[in-house]
T-cell receptor, first 113, second 113 residues
Framework: EAGVAQSPRYKIIEKRQSVAFWCNPI?????LYWYQQILGQGPKLLIQ????????DSQLPKDRFSAERLKGVDSTLKIQPAKLEDSAVYLC???????????FGPGTRLTVL | GQQLNQSPQSMFIQEGEDVSMNCTSS?????WLWYKQDPGEGPVLLIA?????ELTSNGRLTAQFGITRKDSFLNISASIPSDVGIYFC?????????????FGTGTRLQVTL
């Protein structure tokens, strides 16, 4: 069974530019999560989707971050405009149901210069 | 917000030694999970604990869910080089139909031959 896929794996941009990340969850998984992992810290939840609806986005900086999962399958996370402190690994995870085990993708490492 | 403190932050051990790390929280969690993260990869679930006082083993790994539901420990016996990585504890708390995962600060394990 294929795992959670993410692209790109690495991205380098300058501050104030825009960037988008893509995630394809494990087939059949209804719940999808985006996490931000700053170097030396544990992952922090940004947003959680149940199918194509948002369940929890309380820690998403909505002035610059947005995410969508229009068809309830793959998802995109966008940052516009990026700041230096957005440099981090962005992890996508999925689970069969909201209470289920979360499986993580390899992440996208973002560097903002 | 909820915080999970892990200790130690990092440790160097010799191959064959046993390892112990723990995690404490200021809040009660419904479940405790232990993940391992290798460089360039997302976290992988090692052990899940569902009840206060529960002691669970997975091969050379043993973990316990504290009676107060505010702490957990992970032991690794007879460490081998592939045990190198960052170990994260995580606690889940329910918010309606959602299950929120809060990660600890991580313990970096390095094994010398």
């Amino acid at each position: 069974e294929a795992g959670v896929a993410q692209s790109p794996r690495y991205k380098i941009i300058e501050k104030r530019q825009s960037v988008a990340f893509w995630c394809n969850p494990i087939s059949g998984h209804a719940t999808l999560y985006w996490y931000q992992q700053i170097l030396g810290q544990g992952p922090k939840l940004l947003i959680q989707f149940q199918n194509n609806g948002v369940v929890d986005d309380s820690q998403l900086p909505k002035d610059r971050f947005s995410a969508e999962r229009l068809k309830g399958v793959d998802s995109t996370l966008k940052i516009q405009p990026a700041k230096l402190e957005d440099s981090a690994v962005y992890l996508c995870a999925s689970s069969l149901a909201a209470q289920g085990t979360q499986y993580f993708g390899p992440g996208t490492r973002l560097t903002v210069l | 917000g909820q915080q999970l403190n892990q200790s130690p932050q990092s440790m160097f051990i010799q191959e064959g030694e046993d390892v112990s790390m723990n995690c404490t929280s200021s809040s009660i969690f419904n479940t405790w999970l232990w993940y391992k993260q290798d460089p360039g990869e997302g976290p992988v679930l090692l052990i899940a604990l569902y009840k206060a006082g529960e002691l669970t083993s997975n091969g050379r790994l043993t973990a316990q869910f504290g009676i107060t539901r505010k702490d957990s420990f992970l032991n690794i016996s007879a460490s081998i080089p592939s045990d190198v990585g960052i170990y994260f504890c995580a606690g889940t708390s329910s918010t309606g139909t959602a299950s929120k995962l809060t990660f600890g600060t991580g313990t970096r394990l390095q094994v010398t031959l």
